[in-house]
């Protein structure tokens, strides 16, 4: 039996269950049942503003989701925060994120799309821009929606909480995000809206505004935050942890061969249909955490790709990284001379600078001819010394 076929045979709590599975807190379950009742298909929005040129596996988590609205029937609308990002989003850190160069944005937006339908239906997606319009919201029009919100609703977002406390700055600019985020699910009129637990408030302003200018609240779902590749932070390219959606097979599949294996439950929780029975087999141990590595790489990297090319990905990680076998095309360099093996690593590019290459050896990430180079002022020397590798993912051959 199809999926559609399933969910036009579920009755309406049973649809709405299945739409919160592995969500954080739908606000709220008995106004998505009603709103599921309306007999019209649903406007599911996501907000994300266009910060990096890349999506990333944290990013899944919530595509996935409207995914999942899709199969059900409903309309996603994808935003993509042009206007905003030009303001700078409040980071939920001690500090403002910068605003970017209308020519930043307009890059990384570009790549936005083609990365989103690598989950989404094409079909069944609208993709909209908010600057259609705030762009020609005057400033009357923003003091009239302003006043919609108290002061003291908008320094409930905990942040501006606690960078109150700690007597830093909190910018005027900063508070007109949230309404601003909140104006998009009134110009959308969106019946649910989806985000991050860390969209929470942002979330909520929408529901306020739509409430106070006369529209249907949408239903706020919140969605896990995913760790990343360290296995402490909120995956996230600003924090290197992170794997992207149009990562090389070869690398998607390295990256997550380094998660720390206490994650790789949630990861499969997170970012697999992996069967439940299958589940509690890798949870008991069952299967070597090895192995179950391996499957879930493999997944995930079929996932955005093929199976040739998982089964590739895996080829290549035994041979690199198992076998500790060099790769047929690693680069050749020729050096005629002796050389400081930190000026290498900087001509071919594996470290940027001395100092960044003082730090690898000293993490114990510089190998040369598979033995690990503890000794800063080591010297390659041409002929003896014929492979030189920099993390999991560098490796040179030298020849004189």
Known sequence: MSARREQQEMSTEERAAALARASVEVISQGELEAKLKLGRPLRIKLGMDPTAPD???????????????????????????????????????????KPLTHEQISANAETYRGQAFKILDPKRTEVRFNSEWMDALGVRDLIKIAARLSV?????????????????????????????????????????????????FNLLVGRDLQRAMGQAPQVVM???????????????????????????????????????????????????????????????????????????????????????????AQRYFESKHQRREVPDNAPVFRIERDMWICELMKQFRFAPSTNEARRL????????????????NFRIVPGTHKVLEVGKRRVARIEK
């Open 55 to 97: 999506l990333h596996l944290g990013h899944s988590v919530v595509l996935k989701k409207l995914r999942d609205f899709q199969r059900d029937g409903h309309t996603v609308v994808f935003l993509v925060g042009d206007f905003t990002a030009t303001i700078g989003d409040p980071t939920g850190r001690s500090e403002t994120r």
């Open 222 to 312: 919140t969605m896990p935050l995913l760790e990343g590749l360290d296995g402490t932070r909120k995956m996230s390219k600003s924090y290197g942890n992170f794997v992207g959606l149009t990562d090389a097979p070869e690398e998607m599949y390295g990256k997550l061969m380094s998660l720390p294996d206490p994650l790789m439950i949630r990861y499969y929780q997170l970012l697999t249909d992996l069967a439940p029975a299958e589940l509690a087999r890798i949870r008991s141990g069952a299967i070597h955490p090895m192995e179950a590595k391996k499957r879930l790489a493999s997944l995930i990297v079929n996932e955005y790709y093929d199976a040739q090319a998982a089964a590739g």
């Open 152 to 200: 003291a609703r908008m320094l409930e977002r905990d942040d501006f909480e606690r960078r109150m406390a700690a007597g830093d700055p909190l910018f005027l600019h900063e508070l007109l995000y949230p309404l601003i985020q909140g104006y998009d699910s009134v110009a959308l009129e969106a019946d649910v809206e989806l985000g991050g637990t860390d969209q929470k």
């Open 361 to 376: 050896i000293g993490q114990g990430a510089v190998r040369v001819n598979g033995e690990v180079v503890s000794d800063v």
